[in-house]
């Protein structure tokens, strides 16, 4: 261990060249994964505002539709059911045809009782509203079946591209990192082949270099951890003060993104440091 801290220390250049690169694809790779979460939330805040109207029987007095509700949030896949009544459902009528001279004269009890619901996963809409119609009580049922799909078709869309982005960007990022680990170790190339000569084990030479990988590796994550961090908090920032900005006002505090990111950042640091200097020293031990 020794040897290995020494080693980052000797050879500072080459070490500073290392975790400055790592440090860049781990942000690069981080800041893409943290856009491609929110993206996924943003859709998926998109997806609830499709809703489905429930219409009950005009026959039903008000307290008699709005005890149906209890049994409408039964119906697996129901995520919330919002009661509206004709008084309600008439004010948005006529808000919505202000100036219609054509829906005058449309009084409440022309309307029906409704619940306003919204769907937990709109994937299954058509089941569910096949459900929602066998309830006594229910008259009619609206649903925006091609919005949903439409929806539905978007976020598998997002999935697999930022599933092949992120995977080609981390391929990307493993190809730079391991040829800058095996620069460093062709700069000494000539204390390795010393090594050998005078009967150095192979374990023996490769330990402090495992170690040295593993410190800088760390020190890489951990440095663009915090980067990602205070960028991310500045870009959120620059969002929220940009009120035409709606669709992203969704965006979520980086301390939801947290643990992932500390595992994930962590993870890569570990793997690129032991796996880097493990791989890449192995082309000089045959002296």
Known sequence: MKEGIRGIFLHGFMSFAAVCVTVACLLIVGSFAALSYNLSIMVNDLNKTNEVIV???????????????TVINLVDNV????????????????????????????????????????????KMMEQTVEELGKIE?????????????????????????????ILILLVVSLIIISNTVKLAMYDRREEISIMKMVGATNGFIRLPFVVEGFTLGMV????????????????????????????????????????????????????????????????????
């Open 137 to 165: 009580g229910v008259a009619n049922i609206t649903a925006s079946f091609e919005l949903a799909e439409g929806f539905t078709t978007l976020q598998n869309v997002l999935h697999i591209a930022s599933g092949a982005v």
């Open 55 to 69: 219409y009950i029987n005009s026959d039903l007095s008000q307290s008699e539709a709005q005890s149906i509700g």
């Open 79 to 122: 995520y919330q059911a919002k009661f509206v009544s004709r008084e309600e459902a008439l004010e948005g009528f006529v808000a919505d045809h202000e100036g219609d001279d054509a829906f005058a004269g449309v009084e409440a009890s022309d309307l029906r009782h409704r619940f306003v619901v919204t769907l937990e996963d709109n």
């Open 220 to 287: 890489a994550a951990g440095a663009a951890f915090g980067l990602e961090w205070l960028l991310y908090d500045w870009i959120l920032g620059k969002i929220q003060a940009l009120d035409t900005l709606q669709l992203f006002q969704s965006f979520v505090p980086f301390k939801q993104l947290l643990l992932p990111m500390i595992a994930t950042f962590f993870a890569a640091g570990l793997f690129v440091g032991i796996f880097g200097s493990w791989t890449s020293i192995r082309k000089f031990m045959d002296v």
